[in-house]
């Protein structure tokens, strides 16, 4: 069984150290040992954007590239490094905390408990809550349609499909998004020096509209010699990546070990 976390993991004990956007509580669960009890064959615990990074490099947009990055928007922001053709993890396997880094100390509160968190003013609850700010400001949107008029039916797919089809007041929440966005991932490409840069989760959705602005923003504060090295693409394989990718992991991971015996 293989496994993608959408938190933070301890992968040499099987432990799920934290999933609280997703599961309010979860902390610190034995995750590997659980279910080998129960199904009694090996399971294997990694990150959900480790596993989006692989499966785009084994099957989607990043195919047989070895140095990319894969960014994923769901609640929050997460981020998948491959170098050489590996998972870089770090001494526990959790770097890519990007969501995490913080973009302005003076900020919102994230659910870290940090405030200024890049996930804070760009993650799916920051697209929303954009939108609905101006929307109580303006009069006429596509949004307002799409949503019956009813803000708990916002979300940033609604939003990404209005700035698809021309609103400006979807477009305006788009590109403030994109700038922000393009300066760190304009820093990403400074320090990791990749040759692909995937989009993926929710950004998917978004498409050309998100991509034009973020390009810009990203070749005006990128290393021109790097910048002209990456592309940007949006991922290929929507939400069943993390579980492609977790299936092959496993395997992989079998194939593996009893290589080394």
């Known amino acids: 069984i293989g496994i993608g976390d959408v938190g933070m ?16 509580g979860w902390q ?3 995750l590997k040992n659980i ?33 990319l990055l894969c960014i994923s928007l769901r609640i929050g922001i997460g981020l998948g490094i491959l170098i ?48 609905r700010n101006l929307l109580k400001g303006e ?32 477009i305006e929440v788009v590109n403030g998004i994109a700038e922000i966005l393009g300066v760190e991932i304009a820093n990403l490409i400074n320090l990791f020096n990749p040759a692909i840069i995937i989009l993926g989760g929710r950004f998917v959705k978004a498409e050309k509209v998100l991509l034009g602005t973020l390009t810009r923003v990203i070749k005006m504060y990128s290393t021109s010699f790097l910048f002209n090295q990456v592309k940007i693409k949006l991922g290929k394989l929507g939400n069943d990546s993390v579980a492609l990718a977790a299936a092959s992991f496993a395997q992989h991971e079998i194939f593996n070990s009893h290589s080394a015996i």
């Not at 993991?9 to 309010?24: E, L, R």
């Not at 279910?35 to 047989?64: C, H, S």
């Not at 596509?142 to 990404?160: A, G, S």
Request: aromatic share 6%; hydrophobic share 35%.
């Open 28 to 30: 610190d669960v034995p």
């Open 35 to 67: 279910l080998q009890r129960k199904f009694d064959i090996p399971v294997f615990l990694e990150r959900d954007t480790n596993l989006m990074a692989l499966a785009e490099r084994w099957y989607g947009a990043g195919e047989n590239v070895d140095n």
């Open 84 to 131: 050489n053709g590996q998972i870089c993890g770090g001494v526990s396997g959790n770097a890519g905390e990007w969501g995490h880094l913080i973009v302005d100390k003076n900020g919102p509160k994230c659910i870290c408990g940090k405030y200024g968190c890049l996930e804070t003013l760009v993650g799916s609850p920051a697209i929303v809550d954009r939108a």
């Open 139 to 170: 009069g006429k949107s596509l949004i307002r349609d799409l949503i019956n008029n009813d803000f708990d039916n916002l979300t940033p797919e609604i939003v990404f499909e209005a700035a698809r089809n021309g609103d400006n007041l979807a």
């Open 9 to 24: 993991v301890d992968k040499a004990n099987g432990i799920s150290i934290s999933s609280t956007h997703y599961i309010p």
